[in-house]
C-alpha cells in the first residue's frame, strides 16, 4: 500500500483519521489511522480485535481489509472505498420514500453480509446506518467492526455500546449484546429504509432509552407489502427470543426471490465455500450446485 497517497479526509472519529488515498493509476482506497498513544489498554485492545476480525473476513457485502502496519505509534488500516459513501447519507439525501424493490435490495444485501459474520459466530454490536457503506451501484458493505466481538474468543459483551437508537430492549436492562441484539439493529435499519426516519425518537440519551422500552413497534407506509411490515414487526419485537436469525430470514418470502438473484456467492471458488454457503445455494440454486458439483 506504499504507493498510495492521501488525497482528502473523509471522516473523523474517537479513535483517528479516514483518509481516502489514491494511486498513480487513479485507484482508491482508504486508509484509517489511530494513533496509539493516549488510548486506554482497552481501546488498543480493540483495535488490535478489529484488524484480527478485518484479517478474517471475505464477503462481497463486507468492507475488504487490504491489511495494516504500525508505524511511530500510528495504527494504518488499510480497507475497500466505498464510492457511494453510508447508509445515512443516502437516506438523508432521500426526498420521497424508496421505492420497495430497492429497499428489498438493500436490505437483502445487508442480510447477506449479516448472515455471513454470524456463521462466522461474530456479533457485530453497532450496526447502524453510519457503518453501513454503498459502493458502486449501491452495493451494500458492512463496515466498522471495532467493538465486534467473537463469541468463542471475548467474553465482556455485556458492556453497553454501539448507537444509542438501535440498542435493544435487553441491552437498555444490562443483558448481554448478543447475535439476536444485532437483529434488533438490523429492524431499526429496515425501518429508516422504510420511513426514512429513525423508529425511536427523543431529545435525550435517557429519553431515547425509555422510547425503546416502552413506545409501540412504529409502522410503516401502507403503500409497502404487508409483509414489510410484518419484518418490522418480528425484528423489534421486545423478546429476544421471538427476532428470527439472519439465516431464517434468507428464506422470507419478501426476499428469497431477490437473494435468489444475487450471483454474490458464485465468486467464490467451491473450495472457499463455507457449509453455509453451500446449503443456501443449495437452497436457492441447486442447478448451479450441481454445476460447481458442491
Known sequence: MEHYSK??????????????????QGKKAVFKEIILAGLSDNDVENRRKEVKLLSTLNHPH?????????????????????????LK????????????????????QLLLAIEYVHNLKIIHRDICNRNVLLSF??????????ISRHIETFSSTNNLCGHPGNLAPELCHGNKHSMSSDMWALGCLLYELCTLNAPFKAPTIAGLLISVLESPTPEISPKYN?????????????????????????AYPLLAPYIHTLPVLY????????????????????????????
Open 7 to 24: 488525497s482528502e479526509i473523509l471522516g473523523k472519529g474517537s479513535f483517528g483519521v479516514v483518509y481516502l488515498a489514491v494511486d498513480k
Open 89 to 108: 447519507h443516502y437516506i438523508e439525501n432521500k426526498k420521497e420514500l424508496i421505492e420497495e424493490n430497492e429497499i428489498i435490495k438493500l436490505f437483502s
Open 226 to 250: 404487508s409483509l414489510l411490515q410484518t419484518l418490522v414487526n418480528s425484528l423489534l419485537s421486545r423478546d429476544p427470543a421471538s427476532r428470527p436469525t439472519a439465516k431464517s430470514l434468507l
Open 267 to 294: 465468486h467464490q471458488t467451491s473450495n472457499e465455500l463455507t457449509e453455509s454457503d453451500k446449503q443456501l445455494l443449495s437452497y436457492f440454486c441447486p442447478n448451479i450446485v450441481q454445476e460447481l458439483n458442491l
Open 62 to 86: 463486507v468492507i475488504k481489509y487490504y491489511g495494516h502496519k504500525v508505524d511511530n505509534g500510528i495504527l494504518t488500516i488499510y480497507m475497500e472505498y466505498a464510492v457511494n459513501g453510508t
Open 137 to 146: 451501484n449501491n452495493r451494500i458493505k458492512l463496515a466498522d467492526f471495532g
